[in-house]
């Protein structure tokens, strides 16, 4: 079973920051493609966010292009997701997921194995 743990979710003013973490006791992440995905209330989830295998290519949605950024962490096996500038329209529920794929690319659309999320609200 594949455990991923996200942190770092929580409530942040328009135009503040937030940085995501997803880590697993169970593998090692920087062997696999990593992706960053957000589901708000009423409508379907959407990748923003993606990590090639050991420090490959990275790909972001157009709606958090300028404004997000991934990485790894390999002392951590962590990756995270830095959120600057966040609008309204960023408050969803985040998860990181992955295929527990090697590429040497990565994708926005559906994986296998997703973390249980966390919550970012933007709200003034």
């Known amino acids: 079973q594949v455990q991923l743990v996200e942190s770092g979710g929580g409530l942040v003013q328009p135009g503040g920051s937030l940085r995501l973490s997803c880590t697993t006791s169970v593998y090692t992440l920087d062997y696999y493609s990593i992706g960053w995905f957000r589901q708000a209330p009423g409508k379907e989830r959407e990748g923003v966010a993606c990590t090639a295998s050991s420090g490959g290519p990275t790909k972001y949605a157009d709606s958090v292009k300028g404004r997000f950024t991934i990485s790894r962490d390999v002392a951590t096996n962590t990756v995270n997701l830095q959120m600057n500038n966040l609008e309204l329209e960023d408050t969803a529920f985040y998860y990181c997921?992955?295929?527990?794929?090697?590429?040497?690319?990565?994708?926005?659309?559906?994986?296998?194995?997703y973390g249980q999320g966390t919550q970012v609200t933007v709200s003034s």
């Open positions: 997921a992955t295929d527990l794929l090697g590429d040497s690319t990565c994708k926005l659309t559906e994986y296998e194995y």
